[in-house]
């Protein structure tokens, strides 16, 4: 079966750098997100990814965070200068179509931790 | 925004014991999954159920999306199904909103 892949599983960063975190979504889905989990905390929406552009962010996604999709497979969420609070657990989701009628997947996640 | 509940927030039980998850929402949805996380962090996707019922194994899950609830069922619990169970929910944009889950606890 198909699955949304992540690297690295775990990174660990020291406070003010930038970190680059890997996803490849299922191969002909159309929509890319990322979530993030602070331990022992539910699961918050980040930033949705259509076409290239980014179709929706929640406040949490500030001017530290970006998006890309550097090429036909790979999706990347950057945080540009790190901050204790960003330790998290990261999890990229993918879905064929739109939240309407599709299941979102999502990735084993890559641990955050920033010292 | 749309209001996402779970109950109960912890659960423990017997191994073979059977149990229920509720999820209530305040508005209407387009979609609803169920998750498990695991010990280890990864989600796990159980069910797309935005109505209906659905039946996977030991696991079922059912959406009443008039009255605004989800419940899912686990029957005869093994120690391999603890962790947490999130309901999740989507309306006509792009994100789905996360409950705070239910901790479940299998013990042997």
């Known amino acids: 079966e198909p699955e949304v892949t992540q690297t690295p599983s775990h990174q660990v960063t020291q406070m003010g750098q930038e970190v680059i975190l890997r996803c490849v979504p299922i191969?002909?889905?159309?929509?890319f997100y990322w979530y993030r989990q602070i331990l022992g905390q539910k699961v918050e929406f980040l930033v949705s990814?259509?076409?290239?552009?980014?179709?929706?962010k929640s406040e949490i996604f500030d001017d530290q965070f970006s998006v890309e999709r550097p090429d036909g497979s790979n999706f990347t969420l950057k945080i540009r200068s790190t901050k204790l609070e960003d330790s998290a657990m990261y999890f990229c989701?993918?879905?064929?179509?739109?939240?309407?009628?599709?299941?979102?997947?999502f990735g084993p996640g890559t641990r955050l931790t920033v010292l | 925004g749309i209001q996402v509940e779970q109950s109960p927030p912890d659960l423990i039980l017997q191994e073979g014991a059977n149990s229920t998850l509720r999820c209530n929402f305040s508005?209407?949805?387009?979609?609803l999954q169920w998750f498990h996380q695991n010990p280890w962090g990864q989600l796990i996707n159980l069910f797309y159920?935005?109505?209906g019922t659905k039946q996977n194994g030991r696991l079922s899950a059912t959406t009443v999306a008039t009255e605004r609830y989800s419940l899912l069922y686990i029957s005869t619990s093994q120690t391999t199904d603890s962790g947490v169970y999130f309901c999740?929910?989507?309306?006509?944009?792009?994100?789905?909103?996360f409950g705070k889950g239910t901790r479940l606890h299998i013990l042997p």
């Open positions: 159920i935005p109505s």
């Open positions: 989701a993918s879905s064929g179509w739109d939240t309407r009628t599709d299941t979102q997947y």
């Open positions: 508005d209407s949805v387009n979609n």
């Open positions: 191969s002909n889905h159309l929509y």
């Open positions: 990814f259509y076409n290239n552009e980014i179709s929706e």
């Open positions: 999740a929910l989507g309306r006509r944009d792009d994100k789905i909103i």
